[in-house]
Nanobody, 119 residues
Framework: QVQLVESGGGLVQPGGSLRLSCAAS????????MGWYRQAPGKERELVAA???????NYADSVKGRFTISRDNAKNTAYLQMNSLKLEDTAVYYC?????????????WGKGTLVTVSS
């Protein structure tokens, strides 16, 4: 089992910045993908950004140039630096970890952290 704990959400004004953290613990394989998803009220959960254990990254078009995902493999922690926040970035942000174990692929989710962008 893997446990994911997000932190860093909160209330921020448009144009502001926040940094989210996701700490993973448990049976973590050295090769995995950690990602951030978000779900706004009334909308489906969507991928925001993902990063492989080798450092490869992928971003949603809506956050390119504003958000940066990174990770510290020694700490099993992923980060999401969010700059130039917009009203439409308001959502619950969830951390995700995906890996292929001996029994097959598995993914795990954190409980989420709320980001509210409001003036």
């Amino acid at each position: 089992q893997v446990q994911l704990v997000e932190s860093g959400g909160g209330l921020v004004q448009p144009g502001g910045s926040l940094r989210l953290s996701c700490a993973a613990s448990g049976s973590i394989l050295s090769t995995n993908v950690m990602g951030w998803y978000r779900q706004a009220p009334g909308k489906e959960r969507e991928l925001v950004a993902a990063i492989t254990s080798g450092g490869g990254t992928n971003y949603a078009d809506s956050v390119k140039g504003r958000f940066t995902i990174s990770r510290d493999n020694a700490k099993n922690t992923a980060y999401l630096q969010m700059n130039s926040l917009k009203l439409e970035d308001t959502a619950v942000y969830y951390c995700n970890l995906y890996a292929i174990y001996s029994g097959g692929p598995k993914q795990y989710w954190g409980k989420g952290t709320l980001v509210t962008v409001s003036s």
